[in-house]
């Protein structure tokens, strides 16, 4: 079974940062992929940060120079550092994962990060 836990999230000032972390049930190693989604009100949820098949990682243009994705295999935790948040990064974050390519996507439950003043 597999479970993934997100936390981190919370209310920040624009120009703030907040870290997200995803704790997985067992070994983050089994994964193919593993990245960060978000869902603002009213909108689709949207790609974050997630590696890609060539063997880097995709970065929302909105969100590139600002955030970084990272893992931590020990703990089997990956991270989302997010720097310089603006409102219009508010939204739900999700932790996503696969254990094959094209597989089933696992998905948190969702931590809120909200960026007002």
């Known amino acids: 079974q597999v479970q993934l836990v997100e936390s981190g999230g919370g209310l920040v000032q624009p120009g703030g940062s907040l870290r997200l972390s995803c704790a997985a049930s067992?070994?983050?190693?089994?994964?193919?992929?593993m990245g960060w989604y978000r869902q603002a009100p009213g909108k689709q949820r949207e790609l974050v940060a997630a590696p890609n098949s060539g063997g880097s990682t995709d970065y929302a243009d909105s969100v590139k120079g600002r955030f970084t994705i990272s893992r931590d295999n020990a703990k089997n935790t990956i991270h989302l550092q997010m720097n310089s948040l603006k409102p219009e990064d508010t939204a739900v974050y999700y932790c996503?994962?696969?254990?094959?390519?094209?597989?089933?996507?696992?998905w948190g439950q969702g931590t809120q990060v909200t960026v007002s003043s």
């Open positions: 067992g070994s983050i190693l089994r994964f193919y992929a």
């Open positions: 996503n994962g696969q254990l094959f390519p094209g597989g089933r996507n696992y």
